[in-house]
């Protein structure tokens, strides 16, 4: 997992040095979905499972992370039945937060019928850094249970 995790962090890296900052492939739907998960704030969501409270970066997405996920993925999780990819309309919302205890970026997957929409922000106005299914959060997500490495299917 150490392993892992290391070559996410460098591909992350790498794609900020050569290719500039961000991926902003649909700032549209990433304006609509930061919008959508402040209505009602996400931070009412349910927490993920693991998440209960703030744990240290597993990733890339900062030092300490929250996560978030919405009643539809919430019910899957509830159910307990075996599943084998999450159901349309699933959102995951990361805080990233620095070791000082500043908000660093919000990362948000919503699963589509396309796969799953990536949109990530760093400066909380809506406007994403990232967004649609760039490399850097494709690359790394694809070893998870269906593209979500912090916690596995119930």
């Known amino acids: ?9 460098l591909m992350a890296i790498g794609c900020l040095f050569f290719m500039g900052c961000g991926d902003n ?3 549209a739907e990433a304006r609509a979905l930061w919008d959508q ?9 349910p927490r993920a499972p693991g998440y209960e ?8 997405h900062s030092d300490k992370v929250d996560i978030y996920i919405n009643d539809i993925m919430n019910d899957a999780i509830q159910a307990g039945e075996t599943i084998t990819e999450w159901p349309l309309g699933s959102l995951v919302v990361k805080d990233g937060w620095k ?21 990530e922000y760093f400066d909380f ?16 997500h ?8 912090a916690f596995g299917f119930p």
């Open 142 to 149: 694809k070893s998870g249970a269906d593209y979500i490495r």
């Open 37 to 45: 998960i402040h209505s009602p704030d996400y931070r009412t969501f």
């Open 25 to 27: 492939q649909q700032p």
């Open 53 to 60: 409270t703030r744990r240290n970066a597993e990733s890339p």
């Open 1 to 9: 997992m150490a392993s892992h995790v290391r070559s996410c962090a």
């Open 99 to 119: 070791d000082n205890g500043d908000l660093e970026l919000v990362a948000v997957m919503e699963k589509r019928e396309n796969g799953w929409f990536y949109a």
């Open 125 to 140: 106005d809506g406007e994403a850094d990232y967004s649609g299914q760039p490399d850097v959060c494709t690359g790394c």
